[in-house]
């Protein structure tokens, strides 16, 4: 179960939520990892960040035993060695830009710069790279360390070589690397979950129901359903024995009808506000919640792998 195969040392540009989790699923299976941030916090509290990570992780993959402590470091010179670095730093394309102009001046022609980015496409980052066929993104759902999916994003300048590499390291850390075959912004993941929170955002500006009622109808209703089965293959089996032809040619157009009437609403001062005032409402412990969120994941992961989902 463990990886530390293919890539030498690990890099992590950022150590804030979504760098900190990758580094723990780095550094559980077996991945020399160093992570680098310019404005690092005390090592301590990110250690115990880590060491809670890898609790998750144990309980997932019953008990990694091949684990290396994480390095930390406020100085980028410190990948230098690194085979493979995965980008998490602030959505700001100049930002990111940057630091990908630093990381060529000092790593290997060879070495994979993989972007967490969710909104940048990979033609912008590689624009102006010595190396633009190693540069891709490599974009995960939050929590990384826990959430499979790892979408892979080529553009216009990468290479096959690069997606191949990209695609064995991610499958060593047990994730479901999807290579996208078209870039968009937003990828394939955050669209489709844009696409939904959008209406739940009309959904509440039209007053149809408050911001707890709609999430408890997707957590309690089709997120339940779509937490082991996409969207295609649910109305594939929505459609009895006829299968998807038959919903597509029954229920199709009670769809359309719907696809019709589906909202928009900008996020002006006034709809955030009430956005916010109803999660406030319900005096959630944030803490707790992801405590909570994350032992659901587990076990809904380990139900997966029962299942063959």
């Known amino acids: 179960m463990n990886g530390a195969q293919g890539e030498s040392q690990i890099g992590v540009v950022g ?35 880590i060491n809670e990570f890898w609790r998750s992780l144990d309980l997932l993959f019953d008990n990694l035993n091949n684990k290396r402590e994480v390095q930390f470091s406020d100085t980028l010179y410190d990948l230098k060695a690194c085979t493979f670095i995965q980008e998490n730093c602030p959505e700001d394309l100049v930002v990111k830009k940057e630091v990908i102009e630093e990381l060529e001046q000092i790593v290997s022609a060879k070495t994979i710069i993989s972007s967490s980015t969710s909104s940048f496409i990979p033609s912008e980052l590689q624009r102006a790279c010595s190396h633009p066929e190693r540069v891709l993104v490599g974009h995960p759902m939050n929590p990384p360390h826990l959430i499979p999916v790892v979408e892979i994003v080529l553009g216009k300048l990468a290479n ?11 499958k060593s850390l047990n994730r479901i690397p999807v290579l996208i075959k078209k870039e968009m912004r937003g990828h394939l993941a955050n669209r489709l979950t844009s696409a939904l929170y959008r209406e739940a955002v009309y959904l509440v500006s039209e007053g149809v ?24 293959m649910n109305y594939h089996l929505g459609g009895g024995d006829g299968g998807y ?21 900008p996020l002006t001062p006034e709809i955030k506000e009430k956005l916010i005032k109803g999660i406030e409402c319900q005096n959630v412990d944030t803490s707790e919640l992801k405590t909570k969120r994350d032992a659901g994941l587990i076990e809904i992961l380990k139900t997966k792998k029962v299942n063959k989902l």
Do not use: C
């Open 15 to 49: 150590a804030g939520l979504i760098g900190m989790s990758w580094a723990g699923l780095f550094s559980a299976f077996g991945y020399p990892t160093i992570v680098y941030d310019p404005n690092l916090k005390g090592q301590n509290e990110a250690l115990n960040v």
């Open 245 to 265: 032809r038959y919903y597509l040619e029954h229920l199709g157009p009670s769809q359309e009808e719907r696809w019709k009437t589906l909202g928009e609403t």
């Open 160 to 170: 096959q070589e690069t997606a191949k590499r990209a695609i064995s390291f991610y």
């Open 209 to 232: 129901a408050d911001v707890e009622d709609v999430d408890s109808v997707i957590s309690n209703g089709p997120g339940l359903r779509l937490a082991l089965l996409g969207p295609h």
